[in-house]
């Protein structure tokens, strides 16, 4: 591979992380994967926009994912828990919510939204796991009502491993533009609390619920709801030690210009 196609496969807005693995300049970060899983139950972790953490939450998905398990020397040939696999890889059906395209423009619009965003991910994750619920979920109902309904009638091959993206992309622009907004939506009896609670609830049935995932820009959503979802640790809660979860240190820049020399595309820690 020349520098010139290299460059070409520097990955931009690419958030699918197999896509990466497969064609792109790949800056390994799963390491991480394996001190999350050793160090937390329900993590959070908060970072500016732009930062990687779509493509992380990506990595996990692939990794943890039963579905994947005949793809895993393929996506994680050359990455460290491809030597080093954890206890957990490949062992969970993940569900995956992304609530970066939430508008928050009124409450009504915002819950709306979330309910359509939250339909959409159940009805993928359902066929995805070949789950016949499509006549037992009411989908008309709140946010918290359809996960509820998942966690009542689903019949589970693995565990479910909740993955959330962009957690506080809605709730920031209320931040921003109207306080009272977003106080109703985190507030007890709010959309978005009540949504948390039942993740919470489900905790309690491991059978149910194992893991959860948690990435946004800032922990004040998560915060403010206190009781409503107190089960999360932020993963800067321990220091140094996640510090280079995502981004590039001064040895990933290194590494990519001695790869440009070589015209090499995978870098790993």
């Known amino acids: 591979m020349s520098n010139v196609e290299l460059a070409s496969k520097i990955p931009y807005a690419i958030v699918d992380y197999k896509k990466v693995a497969t064609n792109r300049l790949n800056i390994d970060k799963t390491s991480y994967i394996a001190e999350i899983e050793r160090d937390f139950e329900c993590?959070?972790?908060?970072?500016?926009?732009?930062?990687?953490?779509?493509?992380?939450?990506?990595?996990?998905?692939?990794?943890?994912?039963?579905?994947?398990?005949?793809q895993f020397d393929e996506l994680f040939k050359g990455t460290y828990v491809?030597?080093?696999?954890?206890?957990?890889?490949?062992s969970y059906s993940v569900l995956l919510f992304d609530f970066s395209g939430?508008?928050?423009?009124?409450?009504?619009?915002?819950?709306?939204?979330m309910q359509t965003t939250v339909t959409s991910d159940i009805k993928l994750f359902l066929d995805q796991n070949n789950y016949n619920l499509f006549s037992e979920i009411d989908y008309a109902t709140s946010p918290a009502m359809i996960l509820r309904q998942l966690f009542m009638y689903v019949e589970l091959k693995h565990p479910i491993y909740i993955l959330i993206d962009e957690y506080d992309h809605f709730t920031n622009y209320m931040l921003k533009c109207n306080m009272d907004i977003c106080q109703r939506t985190i507030d007890s009896g709010g959309f978005m609390r009540a949504f948390f609670e039942v993740i919470k609830d489900a905790t309690r049935n491991s059978q149910v619920l194992d893991k959860i995932f948690i990435t946004g820009v800032s922990p004040m959503?998560?915060?403010?709801?206190?009781?409503?979802?107190?089960?999360?640790?932020?993963?800067?809660s321990y220091g140094a030690k996640y510090n280079d979860i995502l981004g590039l240190t001064h040895d990933d820049a290194k590494s990519i210009s001695q790869n440009y020399i070589r015209g090499t595309g995978k870098i790993r820690r």
């Open 221 to 236: 959503t998560i915060n403010s709801m206190t009781g409503g979802f107190n089960i999360s640790s932020s993963v800067d």
């Open 82 to 90: 491809h030597d080093h696999p954890t206890p957990k890889k490949s």
């Open 43 to 70: 993590a959070s972790l908060f970072r500016p926009r732009r930062m990687g953490k779509s493509l992380f939450l990506s990595t996990m998905y692939y990794y943890y994912d039963y579905k994947f398990e005949s």
């Open 102 to 113: 939430i508008e928050a423009a009124s409450y009504e619009v915002a819950c709306n939204q």
